[in-house]
């Protein structure tokens, strides 16, 4: 399967990949294909498949080393992906990261990420894996984007308005 990469003036600073999908290992497999293309970029993924030997082996079998990569279990949604690791990327003076994701689930990782990276000056540039699935709703978007700006107002993610369909 491929990937769209929307395109910039400026190659991002690193990669993230967001994990969650119900299409096991696809993302890391499309941003193992990214970072053959661009092989001084580290690789952080955020809560991949729960099996770290298999997210390892996707990468492995790309040709990409294991030091580029960031395997980073904190996030518990799509919130979380973002607010677990953006002061890491801020510290390490990243300002533009690609982001990967499925492409049902684009709108709300992009809405999220441009509030949550955004507020601490890092550009997002969007990968999107191609899928059968159909988008998920503006309402999802809508909610997990208030959740990002009550991080950034509070530094607390509403973790219960996640709960909430």
Do not use: C
């Amino acid at each position: 399967m491929g990937y769209k990469q929307i395109r910039s003036l400026e190659t991002p600073q690193a990669v993230l990949v967001l994990g969650g999908s119900s299409t096991k290992l696809e993302r890391e497999r499309v941003a193992a294909k990214l970072a053959l293309q661009y092989p001084d970029l580290p690789i952080w993924v955020s809560s991949g498949s729960t099996n770290k030997k298999y997210v390892t082996r996707v990468f492995a079998n790309t040709g990409i080393s294991s030091q580029r990569l960031h395997l980073d279990y904190q996030a518990k949604d799509t919130v979380t992906n973002f607010t677990t690791l953006v002061d890491d990327f801020q510290a390490l003076g990243i300002k533009r990261i690609y982001v990967v994701t499925s492409d049902y689930h684009m709108r709300r990782a992009r809405l999220v990420g441009e509030i949550v990276l955004g507020s601490r000056g890092i550009d997002l540039q969007p990968v999107v894996v191609p899928t059968q699935l159909v988008p998920e709703t503006r309402s999802k978007a809508l909610r997990d984007g208030v959740r990002a700006v009550l991080w950034v107002i509070t530094g607390h993610t509403g973790s219960t308005l996640a709960k909430s369909k």
